[in-house]
């Protein structure tokens, strides 16, 4: 069946560090690929998403690009702040999100002033 | 901007008494989702509702859980008679096209 597999945290970085965080799937097909995040005390938010290979899904300072030939949709950040200390879930969905969404465990991320 | 509501957002219950949880979907969402995220892991689906009617309820415990969208908009998700291991927070999404958004959750802790 289809799965997400994505770095264990906590990571921690200090203020301004580059971030990646690894995400690889499995699926049959050609799924969707999301990127939530989760503030403290707060729902998921949709952070960024690709639908098809080679897309670039980029928001707020953050990029992923869909890798087929690897099947992995990394997230990263180029110089990261305090306010994005939260946790991110990898996701995938076979219909675009209009269909269930399958969730990595989740990373957690500390930023450090 | 509108949001998908949750109620209550926190509830404490004891074991074996039954619990319900509303969600109120964004405004035109025909698609709604029931998600159960465990401490410390990702949201897993419980029930998907397309209008009123049930598209995917695979995962749903059905021998304790039931959830209802009777009218296509809001929806309960009831759980009855709640165990330990229900203890979790229980996230009600919404999506028109191709985006999910979701509700603050309503975080359940049985005794």
């Known amino acids: 069946g289809n799965s997400v597999t994505q770095m264990e945290g906590p990571v921690t970085l200090s203020e301004e560090a580059f971030l990646t965080i690894n995400c690889t799937y499995t699926a049959t097909g050609y799924p969707s690929l999301f990127w939530y995040v989760q503030y403290p005390g707060e729902g998921l938010q949709l952070l960024l998403k690709?639908?098809?290979?080679?897309d670039k899904g980029s928001n707020k300072g953050f990029e992923a690009t869909y890798r087929k030939e690897t099947t992995s949709f990394h997230l990263e950040k180029g110089s990261v702040q305090v306010s994005d200390s939260a946790v991110y879930f990898c996701?995938?969905?076979?219909?675009?999100?209009?269909?269930?969404?399958?969730f990595g465990k989740g990373t957690r991320l500390h930023i450090l002033p | 901007e509108a949001e998908v509501a949750q109620s209550p957002r926190y509830k404490i219950t004891e074991k074996s008494q039954a619990v319900a949880f509303w969600c109120d979907p964004i405004s035109g969402h025909a698609t709604l989702y029931w998600y159960r995220q465990i401490l410390g892991q990702g949201p897993e689906l419980l029930v998907q509702?397309?209008?009123?009617?049930?598209?995917?309820d695979s995962q749903l415990p059905k021998d304790r859980f039931s959830a209802e969208r009777l009218k296509g908009v809001d929806s309960t998700l009831k759980i009855q008679p709640a165990e330990l291991g229900d203890s979790a927070m229980y996230l009600c999404a919404s999506s028109l096209r191709e985006t999910q958004y979701f509700g603050p959750g309503t975080r359940l802790l049985v005794l």
């Open positions: 509702f397309q209008d009123e009617s049930v598209v995917d």
């Open positions: 996701a995938l969905s076979d219909n675009a999100g209009d269909d269930k969404i399958i």
């Open positions: 690709a639908t098809k290979a080679d």
